[in-house]
């Protein structure tokens, strides 16, 4: 006799049923996995934080300027290239982000960018040696002269033309300051009672060394963006030289570095300048002023602060300082505060409207690599580079004077 198990048709569907229920869950304990995985990587990335001696070794700036050049096309194809720099300062850390939104001004100069970058790189070198040698020559001999001739002091008139009314909240004698840090100011922290230790070595470099000036007849330039150019020539890292020229000219031993650290992408600038300090102070522990040489970011052709010394028409210059207000370790940034205002005290006695009011602000710029370190902008997009080489004379004598 033979048994015959019959199944109906509300058994198959009951079977089948709990198949898709099982092969569901499995779905979804596999998706649950999947994404617990990518919660754990940008949580890993979120929480990167910067440490003096780690931050360049977790996180390989090289991988972001590969992606970026690798994107470069498509983006300005596509007209995106804000956005992108935007998505990728949130990879940055937090220190990168607080200095990147003060300098949200530069930003916008990727906007309406063609970005047509080395047009001219098959006639011009545009690598660390790019200066001709000739033309050096000729500089430091003009510069031999100059210097025999400079006065100490010179009356000096600002020009409103083109400029903006100076604002602050604190002043120290001649000095003023526009606090936008979360410091209260006492009298006791802006007298300078600080001095150089080191009064011989001085290290220049330049953050965003792409930074340039309104063209002259004299100094066109081909642009790498909105006043920028990665023509060393035509770029502050040519005021820089000046600078140097002058400094070495009164017997300062100057390191003087025109690495590229805002291009081919300007978010980062900080990380990149901030390898290449750590890196040269590292053979040059001893030295105490850093300068690290800017021009005003803000990018309006019609801003062009300047003053009359003399007969001579230059542009003002203006001090940076950071602080730890944003949350980071900076134990050295009130001497460096106090440094500036020694300095721009003595400008303001020798060369009257040098300078504008020093700005101190919550970022510390990686100002936290010395005692002594600071930012110096010198004039901004409505000047011409022959102004900014023009004032550098004058603060390369009051650095002499304030180093005796």
């Not at 089948?16 to 617990?36: D, E, H, N, S």
């Not at 970005?115 to 040696?129: Q, V, Y």
Request: with cysteine; glycine share 4%; hydrophobic share 35%.
């Amino acid at each position: 006799m033979i048994n015959l198990a019959v199944v109906s048709i509300k058994d198959i569907i009951k079977l089948l049923k709990k198949i898709i229920i099982l092969v569901l869950i499995m779905f979804f304990i596999m998706k649950f996995f999947q994404i617990v995985k990518n919660i754990n990587y940008m949580n890993l990335i979120n929480k990167f934080n910067y440490t003096k001696s780690s931050y360049a070794k977790i996180f390989d700036d090289t991988i972001l300027l590969s992606k970026y050049n690798n994107d470069l096309e498509n983006i300005k194809k596509s007209g995106k290239i804000r956005r992108l720099l935007e998505k990728e300062l949130s990879m940055f850390s937090l220190e990168e982000e607080l200095m990147e939104k003060e300098n949200l001004e530069e930003l916008t100069e990727f906007d309406n960018s063609t970005l047509e970058i080395g047009k001219n790189t098959s006639e011009k070198d545009t690598n660390l040696d790019n200066y001709n040698n000739e033309k050096n020559e000729a500089i430091q001999n003009t510069t031999e002269n100059i210097i025999n001739d400079l006065p100490n002091f010179v009356d000096g008139k600002i020009i409103s033309l083109n400029n903006k009314k100076d604002t602050f909240t604190n002043i120290y004698n001649s000095v003023k300051i526009k606090n936008e840090s979360s410091y209260e100011l006492t009298d006791e922290m802006l007298i300078p009672n600080v001095d150089f230790e080191n009064k011989k070595d001085i290290i220049i470099f330049h953050t965003h060394t792409c930074e340039s000036y309104t063209p002259t007849a004299e100094n066109n330039y081909i642009a790498s963006g909105n006043f920028r150019t990665i023509d060393l020539n035509h770029s502050v890292s040519r005021v820089g030289d000046e600078l140097t020229n002058y400094l070495t000219g009164f017997g300062f031993n100057v390191i003087h570095n025109k690495s590229y650290h805002d291009y081919p992408a300007y978010t980062g600038s900080y990380s990149r300048s901030l390898s290449t300090i750590s890196g040269i102070l590292q053979s040059n522990s001893d030295t105490e002023f850093v300068i690290d040489l800017h021009r005003d970011a803000l990018s309006n052709s019609n801003y062009g602060p300047t003053v009359q010394l003399g007969n001579e028409t230059v542009s003002q210059l203006m001090f940076v300082i950071g602080t730890d207000g944003g949350g980071l370790e900076h134990p050295n940034w009130l001497y460096n505060f106090k440094l500036a205002i020694k300095l721009q005290e003595k400008a303001n006695e020798m060369y009257p409207g040098l300078f504008k009011p020093i700005i101190l602000r919550n970022s510390r710029y990686n100002q936290h690599v010395t005692k002594g370190a600071c930012i110096i902008e010198v004039g901004a997009t409505g000047n011409t580079i022959e102004q900014c080489n023009g004032s550098m004379k004058y603060l390369a004598n009051v650095i002499k004077e304030v180093m005796k």
